[in-house]
């Protein structure tokens, strides 16, 4: 099958989140997004989501330099090309360096406009197998309110919790809060908040009972990520140290941790997601999907990725309603049992509305 891509626009959506998501590294209040539409000759329309925020508080990309790359050089190099794969959009972006999330969007973007075309859901298009996916909620609140939306969260039936730490982070009411909810699975996520001074501490949260702790260190701080790994009975998962390929496979080398959150935007699009998929299950290294307080377009690929064969975790996958008091697809993502349902409509299945 070959198409042409006849036209690419940019829209801005910007909605106040329900409550603040609170990280060592920034306080979101309101999230700002792109979406990317993809139309070919005929008229069938492909969406794609850039998950950069408004400042480079998680990476150096922002949507004001999204917009910018998107616009002004992206476009010009895809814009009328004929495509017989939606990989050929990762070639043909290799000249511009940098900037994953700003192609990831794009190419997201061409991916479900093929999927449309050969009228296959997306997940069915990229090997994915149909599944319920499990879904996992994000507990990023002051240390006061964390009991509370944990509380929340299970009630609301999620099949895994995460919480956000720090070195401040009080480790008898984390293991309180495990022990507690003894079917419960609980992550940790450090955003890279511990250093070499607070190694210890690091190591005191290893008795809370967390099934893994993500990012403990700064993304480039591989030689404590492989001492955290030595040390630790709890696992070590990668987050913000894997942009590339080649960043799982140093991890590999270095022993540095035991499973990585896959993230479309960080690493580029569906093209560089699948390569790292198919490493890490040569490797048996554990998989999961994470999260970018994202709207649903982002969410919808995000639910494709996730039924791959090897992504057994649950990802970061609320409702539409845990962030949004409305989203911008139709239907609105439901979780029910602590699952997701794939859908089974053409591409990433629902119908976007901007």
């Keep these: 099958m070959e198409l042409t891509i006849a036209g690419i626009e940019l829209r801005e959506v910007n909605k106040p989140l329900k409550r603040p998501f609170k990280t060592s590294l920034q306080t979101v209040e309101e999230r700002e997004s792109l979406i990317v539409k993809v139309t070919d000759a005929e008229g069938v329309e492909g969406y794609g989501e850039c998950v950069a925020f408004s400042t480079p ?11 910018f790359v998107i ?3 992206l476009v010009p190099i895809l814009l009328h090309q004929s495509l017989k794969h939606p990989g050929h959009v990762n070639r043909m972006f290799q000249q511009v360096k940098g900037n994953r999330m700003a192609k990831a969007a794009i190419e997201m973007a061409v991916w479900d406009l093929f999927a449309k075309k050969k009228d296959i859901p997306l997940w069915k298009m990229v090997g994915g197998e149909e599944r319920a996916i499990p879904a996992g909620v994000v507990v990023a609140a ?46 940790a996520d450090a955003n890279g908040a511990f250093a070499e001074e607070t190694f210890d501490k690091l190591l005191e949260l290893d008795q809370a009972g967390f099934t893994l702790i993500e990012q403990p260190f700064g993304e480039q701080q591989w030689q404590l990520h492989t001492k955290a790994k030595k040390a630790m009975n709890t696992a070590i998962c990668l987050d913000e140290s894997i942009s590339s390929i080649e960043d799982v496979q140093r991890m590999i080398d270095e022993q540095a941790g035991d499973m990585i959150v896959l993230k479309m935007g960080r690493l580029g699009g569906w093209s560089e997601a699948l390569k790292v998929a198919r490493l890490c299950r040569t490797h048996s290294i554990g998989m999961w999907v994470g999260g970018m307080i994202e709207f649903g377009v982002s969410k919808a690929h995000n639910l494709a990725l996730a039924s791959l064969p090897g992504i ?3 990802g970061d996958f609320s409702d539409s309603q845990h962030f949004w008091n409305e989203d911008i697809i139709i239907p609105e993502i439901i979780v029910e049992n602590g699952e997701i349902e794939l859908s089974v409509e053409s591409g990433i299945g629902y119908e976007v509305k901007l």
């Design 312 to 314: 057994t975790l649950p």
């Design 57 to 67: 508080w998680y990476t150096e990309e922002t949507v004001v330099s999204s917009r």
């Design 142 to 187: 002051d240390p006061e309110k964390v009991e509370e939306q944990v509380a929340e969260a299970v009630s609301a039936g999620y099949s895994r919790i995460k919480i956000k730490i720090s070195p401040d982070s009080d480790l008898d009411m984390l293991a309180g809060i495990i022990r507690k909810y003894p079917n419960q699975l609980f992550f």
């Design 71 to 73: 616009e002004k050089v």
